[in-house]
């Protein structure tokens, strides 16, 4: 048995083979995140055993590929190419920060200091990761954590990027301690993850989740079938009537707020269309806020268009968005167009570089899919009440939905078609990342979700009332609103800041402590 295991521990296939199984194991359905610092532990291992930094990164490739189709397979759903490509480009770029920490630590031979550094250069590729054209935060350390938000309530003052240094902070001193039985890091990594989680725990039972002030609110679930043309339908107004009647079966007068998932609407329209007439006059008619997620076409003067457009066969420019639309009592429409767009699914990742490096023989305009909003839009649900309505893949994004409260909301909506991803533990696990988001903002967050999980969360993660996936259902809630600003919302990924710095200060190191060290080997030879 020794021997089995001292074959395992020096084996660099064995080791990635099984950090990727731990790894894809630590994601919702599984409420297992502490095997994230047990891979950790077993990718330090190989970084210590392979000779250059090339090595390290191709086993451990093979580690994070494992990683992300044992969590991620149900991409593939969607769309089997763009999953395929999704799954090995992000196992790639995983393989950076390993990289990195391989070079570092060859220069850097204390384990005190590379215990920071290897931690800042995880932290610091996710915190790069959410910010590029091929941004896929959904597999952030801190996600694994989802299903047990009341260990990491402290994420209400570093966001969920402050538990990936956490983590792998911890897991590096375990590492240490391991290989050397040293007690001091075998102490510092039980005391390093007993105190967050304590603090977590008492944080838990005193988080205020009451409020004076409550909206409202009536959260459909239409059940579409959204691999059909149209759901199925022959014509787009037949399911509009259809949850119109299921609306209205439940608002009552005091409602704010009809929240309809994303392509509840199931043709694109724009501002003067016939079915966003029909939603003006609903809306003044129930005196409520009615938010529908659908695709919007924005018309522009020639003049002062974007740079990057479609174009109607008459050569006018327009953009079609993935939004949220919010039709208001008084007749206006208000529009949320989404941000964080799906690499390859929803947009051509870095179409307006490649748009200048190739300005002739593409249409960029036409390829690009749909355009990008830049606004933190909120929506207002009474006289000093407002609600985001984040639409699906816009919800990942912590420091993106920190902009919304910033800007007054009260309370966070999430408007989302999961059923893309049939019975798969895709939707399973976007429902559940929704549980940290409450905790950083301090907020309700109301999810409408097409074919479910749709839900009320409340600010310390728990689960108040969620339906059942793939049912045809409604509820109506009165949902507590607040106004508070947590640390976070402030202060936005701080640790991912430091992070950077850290592994800069490092790198800078390094590559002047190699520089001299070359310099001195060369006047040696000269010398000789």
Known sequence: MKNMLLRFWNNRLSLAV????????????????????????????????????RSAAFYTWIGFMLWNIIATYWLMYATLIG???AILANSAVMTVPIAFIHYLK???????????????AWTAYEYFHYRWDLAWPWLSLGNAFSMTPQLVEFIVWTGTIGITFWIVFISYLLYHFFITDNKWMGWSALILTLIPIGISLITFRHIDIHSKKSAQVVIVQPNYNSYL???????????????????????????????????????????????????????????????????FFQFYNPSKAPELTHKTGSGRPYNIYNAALAFMPDGTLRVYRKDKLVPLVERVPFVR??????????????????????????????????????VCYDSVFPDWNRRFVLNGANL???????????????????????????????????????NGISSVIAPDGQIIKRT?????????????????????????????????????????????????????????????
């Open 229 to 295: 043309d149209m759901s199925g339908y022959s014509n787009p107004y037949t399911p509009l009537q259809e949850i119109l009647r299921q609306s209205d079966s439940l608002r009552t007068d005091s409602t704010r707020l009809v929240l309809w998932p994303e392509n509840a609407i199931q043709v694109g329209v724009d501002a003067t269309s016939p079915i966003t007439e029909i939603l003006r006059d609903s809306s003044k008619a129930w005196n409520t806020t009615i938010i529908s997620g659908s695709a």
């Open 18 to 53: 099984a950090a990727g199984i731990l790894l894809g194991l630590s994601y919702p359905p599984f409420p297992f995140p502490f095997f994230v610092p047990a891979a950790f532990i077993l990718l330090f291992r190989i970084i210590d055993l392979s000779p250059t930094a």
């Open 353 to 390: 570089i490649l748009s200048k490096i190739i300005p002739f023989g593409v249409d960029w305009g036409d390829m690009q899919g749909f355009a990008r909003g830049k606004k933190a839009t909120v929506f207002k649900i009474g006289p000093n009440e407002k609600v985001s309505a984040v």
């Open 412 to 450: 966070i909506s999430v408007i989302t078609n999961d059923g893309w991803w049939g019975y798969t533990s895709g939707y399973f696990q976007h429902f559940e990342y929704a549980r940290l988001l409450s905790i950083e903002m301090h907020r309700y967050v109301i999810r409408s979700a097409n």
């Open 106 to 120: 060859r220069h850097i031979k204390s384990v005190t200091l590379m215990t920071f550094v290897s931690a800042g």
């Open 83 to 85: 999953g395929i490509l």
């Open 468 to 528: 059942q996936y793939w049912t045809r259902t409604a509820f109506r809630h009165d949902v507590p609103l607040f106004r508070d600003q947590t640390f976070y919302v402030r202060h936005g990924d701080w640790p991912g800041r430091i992070a950077i710095v850290i592994f800069l200060l490092a790198l800078a190191f390094s590559i002047g402590k190699q520089i001299i060290h070359r310099k001195a080997k060369a006047s040696a030879t000269t010398i000789k």
